[in-house]
């Protein structure tokens, strides 16, 4: 026996897919799956034994069958500074991936979530690049990043926004199109679609496909530099999908949607803040079809474990004389401020720092705190996963 949801969701492959058919075979109701949902979307609940709005029995079923955990990830390092909470989350097979919430001004939070471990694109300013794949996130190790109760349990609670802009490239895992689905699909992550980012080097297939599929998501391309042949030397993907090809996907989404794309534009000290850069860049946008409809983000490179060494991170005044620049030759243009550079907030640094045997201790007052989740638990959490079996990747 199986159930289908409202326009395919959960997507029948995902374990939350798994989870619904498997109530509907040992004949539960079907207001028993969306007691489960909304536990694992709002009580904070990390295990299936906690939810006790669901019967005992079926709490014991849903265990033996998919393990103890109610999302398929456990949290094993967090790290807390100013304005930002980090996470290092662990999948059942151990590979580790980060996620980060950024509290801004005027009670906004923005979560920036991984959709592979690792990444095997290279691009050569990124720590994520240098770890290489691991492997593809499933889809609902990507939705579980949203939705665990690590949330809850701590105090953050729901973000306003969501950017896919953590560890890999996005569009080069095509479980990503299921995440999205279940993100903005009311039952399950419930967002707006226009709040979610989804920020590519330029994998240009899957760029059309978003487009195409969720058009009211806002597309970011990183540029990081106008000129084909350095963008090359940066980011390796622009010789399969040149930056050109990108950039007029971006202009039939113009036409057709009429919302805005956004450029995303790391300025590295040295490399490409010359005028020859600000000169093309300009050029590069005013060529659009619908100029205005294109915004750059300027980026200041933090210099990040495992990316090119001879990087360098231009100063803050550099950076804005750059957008000043930008927007005197009429291009909108904003400087992106990153909160949290006190703990490393740039993609994969705390999972380089990880890898690589760095301190991991609790702060002192004013300093960032970082504090490794006990290992017992997470163990105890795995090898209890591990005996259910059922988890995805595992
Ligand atoms: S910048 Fe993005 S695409 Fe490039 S290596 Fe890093 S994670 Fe991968």
């Given at each position: 026996m199986t159930r289908t949801g409202r326009h395919g969701i959960p997507p029948p492959d995902t374990r939350w897919g798994q989870i619904r058919r498997h109530l509907a075979e040992v004949k539960a109701p079907e207001f028993r799956f969306t007691q489960l949902l909304m536990a694992a979307r709002d009580s904070g609940a990390e295990t299936f034994?906690?939810?006790?709005?669901?019967?005992?029995?079926?709490?014991?079923?849903?265990?033996?069958?998919?393990?103890?955990?109610?999302?398929?990830?456990?949290?094993?390092?967090?790290?807390?500074?100013?304005?930002?909470?980090?996470?290092?989350?662990?999948?059942?097979?151990?590979?580790?991936?980060?996620?980060?919430?950024?509290?801004?001004?005027?009670?906004?939070?923005?979560?920036?979530?991984?959709?592979?471990?690792?990444?095997?694109?290279?691009?050569?300013?990124?720590?994520?690049?240098?770890?290489?794949?691991?492997?593809q996130l499933t889809a609902d190790e990507i939705l579980a990043q949203v939705m665990h109760g690590h949330w809850r349990r701590s105090g953050v609670g729901r973000p306003e926004s969501i950017a896919?802009?953590?560890?890999?490239?996005?569009?080069?895992?095509?479980?990503?199109?299921?995440?999205?689905?279940?993100?903005?699909?009311?039952?399950?992550?419930?967002?707006?679609?226009?709040?979610?980012?989804?920020?590519?080097?330029?994998?240009?297939?899957?760029?059309?496909?978003?487009?195409?599929?969720?058009?009211?998501?806002?597309?970011?391309?990183?540029?990081?530099?106008?000129?084909?042949?350095?963008?090359?030397?940066?980011?390796?993907?622009?010789?399969?999908?040149?930056?050109?090809?990108?950039?007029?996907?971006?202009?039939?989404?113009?036409?057709d949607v009429r919302r805005k794309a956004y450029l995303a534009y790391l300025l590295i000290d040295g490399v490409n803040d010359t005028d020859d850069h600000l000169e093309a860049l300009t050029r590069l946008v005013r060529t659009r079809i619908r100029p205005e409809l294109f915004h750059v983000n300027v980026i200041r490179y933090n210099e990040a474990a495992g990316a090119d060494p001879a990087f360098r991170a231009p100063t803050a005044a550099a950076t804005e004389r750059f957008v000043d620049e930008l927007r005197r030759r009429r291009i909108h243009a904003t400087r992106r401020r990153q909160v949290g550079a006190d703990i490393d907030a740039a993609c994969g640094q705390l999972h380089a720092r990880y890898l690589s045997g760095g301190a991991i201790s609790g702060g002192t007052s004013g300093t960032p705190t970082r504090t490794a989740l006990g290992a017992p638990t997470v163990a105890a959490a795995r090898a209890r996963t591990a005996e259910g079996g059922g988890l995805p990747g595992g």
């Open positions: 034994d906690e939810i006790r709005s669901l019967p005992a029995p079926l709490r014991y079923e849903l265990t033996e069958r998919f393990g103890p955990l109610l999302q398929p990830l456990v949290p094993v390092v967090v790290e807390r500074g100013d304005q930002v909470e980090k996470v290092l989350f662990e999948t059942a097979s151990g590979a580790r991936i980060e996620t980060v919430v950024a509290h801004y001004r005027g009670g906004w939070s923005s979560m920036c979530i991984s959709s592979q471990a690792g990444c095997g694109l290279g691009c050569t300013f990124c720590a994520t690049g240098a770890v290489g794949l691991v492997r896919l802009m953590g560890m890999g490239e996005a569009l080069a895992n095509p479980n990503l199109f299921d995440a999205l689905k279940m993100l903005v699909a009311p039952e399950f992550g419930a967002f707006s679609p226009r709040r979610i980012t989804v920020s590519t080097v330029g994998f240009a297939p899957n760029l059309a496909r978003l487009l195409r599929e969720q058009p009211q998501i806002t597309p970011t391309l990183s540029v990081h530099s106008p000129f084909p042949e350095q963008r090359a030397a940066i980011i390796p993907l622009e010789r399969r999908f040149p930056l050109a090809q990108n950039l007029e996907l971006l202009d039939r989404h113009t036409i």
